[in-house]
T-cell receptor
Framework: AQSVTQPDIHITVSEGASLELRCNYS??????LFWYVQSPGQGLQLLLK??????LVQGIKGFEAEFKRSQSSFNLRKPSVHWSDAAEYFC????????????FGAGTRLAVHP | DGGITQSPKYLFRKEGQNVTLSCEQN?????MYWYRQDPGQGLRLIYY???????QKGDIAEGYSVSREKKESFPLTVTSAQKNPTAFYLC??????????????????FGPGTRLTVL
């Protein structure tokens, strides 16, 4: 069955430090991969997406993610974290064929220390 | 500005009551979705609709109902049959592909959510 795993439930980093959030997926076909961010009590905003082509994808707010087929991973990175990046981050895989279904990971909550 | 609105932001339900959550979009999207979010579980799909007057069950449809009479609107009713309705509910929409077929290339845009609490 298709699934998305985000191994880290909570991560705390210092402002200005680098960040990497992990995402692993299980899907037999070519995946369509997304990262969303959610501020407390708010909806989700798309950070970036991967469909094909270059495996390093640039997104909004200085985020990037790298698709590694051999590792079934799509990790999110940012070289220097800002306090405003504190939020919950969700990785999702889109299933090809049929309707536009997304499978979400459980999320990683990011805290940023000043 | 184009976007998705959900109302109310907070909703309280008594045992045995049905309640309806509103979702409206002005993005001219054909497809709309309802998700339920619980702590530590990510988002789970309740219902989705590819086009007006059509909708399909998602992964956790029991105890919920929807309608899609207008392209812009996709209300969700939480019925008394839903035994554990306390959660955060998110509505989303997306473009569809050619001939109404959905593609996974299309980003889903999310509303701000409704927090439902059972008293």
């Amino acid at each position: 069955a298709q699934s998305v795993t985000q191994p880290d439930i909570h991560i705390t980093v210092s402002e200005g430090a680098s960040l990497e959030l992990r995402c692993n997926y299980s899907y037999g076909a070519t995946p369509y991969l997304f990262w969303y961010v959610q501020s407390p009590g708010q909806g989700l905003q798309l950070l970036l997406k991967y469909f094909s082509g270059d495996t390093l994808v640039q997104g909004i707010k200085g985020f990037e993610a790298e698709f590694k087929r051999s590792q079934s991973s799509f990790n999110l990175r940012k070289p220097s974290v800002h306090w405003s990046d504190a939020a919950e981050y969700f990785c999702a895989v889109g299933l090809s064929g049929g309707y536009n279904k997304l499978i979400f990971g459980a999320g990683t909550r990011l805290a940023v220390h000043p | 500005d184009g976007g998705i609105t959900q109302s109310p932001k907070y909703l309280f339900r008594k045992e045995g009551q049905n309640v309806t959550l509103s979702c409206e979009q002005n993005l001219n999207h054909d497809a709309m979705y309802w998700y339920r979010q619980d702590p530590g579980q990510g988002l789970r799909l309740i219902y989705y609709s590819q086009i007006v007057n059509d909708f399909q069950k998602g992964d956790i449809a029991e105890g919920y109902s929807v309608s899609r009479e207008k392209k812009e609107s996709f209300p969700l009713t939480v019925t008394s049959a839903q035994k554990n309705p306390t959660a955060f509910y998110l509505c989303a929409s997306s473009r569809s592909g050619l001939a109404g077929e959905l593609t996974t290339h299309n980003e889903q845009f999310f509303g701000p959510g409704t927090r439902l609490t059972v008293l």
